[in-house]
T-cell receptor
Framework: DAKTTQPNSMESNEEEPVHLPCNHS???????IHWYRQLPSQGPEYVIH???SNVNNRMASLAIAEDRKSSTLILHRATLRDAAVYYC????????FGKGTRLHILP | GAGVSQSPSNKVTEKGKDVELRCDPI?????LYWYRQSLGQGLEFLIY????????KSGLPSDRFSAERTGGSVSTLTIQRTQQEDSAVYLC???????????????FGPGTRLTVT
């Protein structure tokens, strides 16, 4: 079973930042935090991952709490193409997906 | 090709028939996963292959489901005596496991949409 909890859905306005929260209160010290997203009618795609430090890449930023029990995926400027289901996952030796957060972008 | 490929893209079969779904992972990727996704649902883990280790079959829903991976590359998921509840999109993913860092990305194929009538 998935070990993370996320809100079922969120809304954001286009061209505004989006903060997607995730709780992973049982995470172990060596498990990475990964984020994937699934656009409509497509397979999931990797977004970002991290262990302890905050991470940035061309798609997003990942802010990890100091106690590692939660993290936030940050889309700095949402576009309509960012509308998708976003999955936060604890990764040990395999990836178990939860239900994710369905992000709606309002034009 | 550079990505994970799956075939067929769509499969319609009659209840009770057997089906085989194929996955070609990215060359050099040692880990291979199968998931299924029912309409409007999240991904359900089925099975995981890692190198030459015994596969993790803990997600297979019944003994009608089996999978093999030949030569550490191509994988086939077989469903015997298909039932209507088997209708779903079956997704394959592969990853290059980095044992040193403990982190890796999964790359997903486009999926096979299975419809059991």
């Amino acid at each position: 079973d998935a070990k993370t909890t996320q809100p079922n859905s969120m809304e954001s306005n286009e061209e505004e930042p989006v903060h997607l929260p995730c709780n992973h209160s049982t995470i172990s010290g060596t498990d990475y935090i990964h984020w994937y997203r699934q656009l409509p009618s497509q397979g999931p795609e990797y977004v970002i991952h991290g262990l302890t430090s905050n991470v940035n890449n061309r798609m997003a930023s990942l802010a990890i709490a100091e106690d590692r029990k939660s993290s936030t995926l940050i889309l700095h400027r949402a576009t309509l193409r960012d509308a998708a289901v976003y999955y936060c996952i604890e990764v040990a030796d395999k990836i178990i997906f939860g239900k994710g957060t369905r992000l709606h972008i309002l034009p | 090709g550079a990505g994970v490929s799956q075939s067929p893209s769509n499969k319609v079969t009659e209840k009770g028939k057997d089906v085989e779904l194929r996955c070609d992972p990215i060359s050099g990727h040692t880990a291979l996963y199968w998931y299924r996704q029912s309409l409007g649902q999240g991904l359900e883990f089925l099975i995981y292959f890692q190198g030459n280790s015994a596969p993790d079959k803990s997600g297979l829903p019944s003994d009608r489901f089996s999978a093999e991976r030949t030569g550490g590359s191509v994988s086939t998921l077989t469903i015997q005596r298909t039932q209507q509840e088997d209708s779903a999109v079956y997704l394959c993913a592969s990853s290059l496991v980095s044992l040193a860092s403990g982190s890796y990305e999964q790359y997903f194929g486009p999926g096979t949409r299975l419809t059991v009538t």
